[in-house]
């Protein structure tokens, strides 16, 4: 994943599975979403990108993305403690983030919402009901919701 330091990114993608970043991706082009979307395929790149760390170190760190999908099931470093360390910081908190995971756990869902997830939402398996879920997040996380901070250049 590569972005210069001053272009906006509207959406990261933080998902380890290739299938599911391919469905994703192909749903956002398709809904015409994404044109400056980012994935990290694990969670420790997740928080390099968005704390500008190792091979982020040259993104400006205010150059924050519209909206966090976030997987739970990450290797290096799980979803719930990208979570845990966005929400706890004082200038990510505010950054939206959508936990999009296979996982219908009522205890997940719990400890996401307790840890400040602004929204939880089951990946459905098919790719119709996928495509709709990220054309409903799209519409809303990318054009109708409203951020404190300005994201255009």
């Not at 380890?16 to 015409?32: I, Q, S």
């Not at 966090?68 to 979570?83: A, C, N, S």
């Not at 997940?108 to 089951?122: H, R």
């Amino acid at each position: 994943m590569e972005t210069a330091k001053d272009t906006p990114v509207e959406l990261l993608l933080v998902e380890d599975n290739p299938e599911d970043v391919e469905r994703a991706l192909k749903a956002l082009r398709e809904h015409r979403f994404g044109q400056n979307a980012c994935v990290a395929r694990d969670g420790a790149e997740a928080l390099d990108f968005l704390f500008c760390r190792r091979n982020y170190v040259t993104r400006w760190i205010e150059n924050r993305p519209r909206v966090v999908l976030l997987d739970l099931k990450l290797p290096l470093v799980d979803g719930i403690e990208v979570l845990r360390q966005v929400k706890s910081d004082r200038k990510m908190r505010r950054v939206p983030v959508v936990i999009l995971t296979s996982s219908g756990r009522q205890e997940d869902m719990k400890a996401c919402y307790e840890l400040g997830a602004n929204s939880y939402i089951v990946k459905p398996v098919a790719y119709e009901p996928f495509s709709r879920a990220i054309e409903l997040l799209g519409s809303y996380w990318l054009r109708l919701n409203e951020l404190p901070w300005a994201l255009q250049p």
